[in-house]
């Protein structure tokens, strides 16, 4: 079965401190990961995609990925409260339908 | 720049009641998709729309359908509207470069409840 997974927390940090943010995938074959960022109300927005394995940084956010383990991670440095919001971790899985598989989100709570 | 618009923002039906949710993009982009997130469920994919002309079944289509009437508009509709589908609906498209570039990007959205 076709799934991506994530912690559905509350994730609970500091602010100017590090978030991590992890997410797992089941089809080995994906090429394709996103990070969405969605706050109460909106819809989601894209924050940072990666192809391929290691780092992308952008800005504050850093986006890593490990295919052989089939993990894709988000670091967020110097955590602001405007970063308290849900993070999807969203798949281009191989097989199936086109489109993304998204995971449940992460509820990330930024505390002053 | 307005993007993905969805209409309308919110709607309340009766079980039984019919509706079509609107999406237009301009971005100029061949997919389209039509999404549902409920709590706890996260988004999931309804049917979507790889270019003008053609749709496809995601994981949750029974009770919808949907018509790409050009490349702009990709609608939604629901026949015969039950309380299950309840829920936040979302249109997105996306400037989609082969299966290894679907990035998405999402109208609005829109509120549905079924009484």
């Known amino acids: 079965q076709k799934e991506v997974e994530q912690n559905s927390g509350p994730l609970s940090v500091p602010e100017g401190a590090i978030a991590s943010l992890n997410c797992t995938y089941s089809?080995?074959?994906?090429?394709?990961f996103f990070w969405y960022r969605q706050y109460s109300g909106k819809s989601p927005e894209l924050i940072m995609f990666?192809?391929?394995?290691g780092d992308k940084e952008d800005g504050r956010f850093t986006a890593q990925l490990n295919k052989a383990s089939q993990y894709v991670s988000l670091l967020i440095r110097d955590s602001q409260p405007s970063d308290s919001a849900t993070y999807l971790c969203?798949?281009?899985?191989?097989?199936?339908?086109?489109?993304?598989?998204f995971g449940k989100g992460t509820h990330l709570i930024i505390q002053p | 720049n307005a993007g993905v618009t969805q209409t309308p923002k919110f709607q309340v039906l009766k079980t039984g009641q019919s509706m079509t949710l609107q999406c237009a993009q301009d971005?100029?982009?061949?997919?389209m998709y039509w999404y549902r997130q409920d709590p706890g469920m996260g988004l999931r994919l309804i049917y979507y729309?790889?270019?003008?002309?053609?749709?496809d079944k995601g994981e949750v289509p029974n009770g919808y359908n949907v018509s790409r009437l050009n490349k702009r508009e990709f609608s939604l509709r629901l026949e015969s509207a039950a309380p299950s589908q309840t829920s936040v609906y979302f249109c997105?498209?996306?400037?989609?470069?082969?299966?290894?570039?679907?990035?998405?990007?999402f109208g609005s959205g829109t509120q549905l409840s079924v009484l």
């Open positions: 971005m100029n982009h061949n997919s």
């Open positions: 089809d080995r074959g994906s090429q394709s």
């Open positions: 997105a498209s996306s400037d989609r470069a082969g299966r290894t570039n679907e990035k998405l990007f």
């Open positions: 729309s790889a270019s003008e002309g053609t749709t």
């Open positions: 990666i192809y391929s394995n």
């Open positions: 969203a798949v281009n899985l191989i097989e199936g339908a086109d489109g993304l598989t």
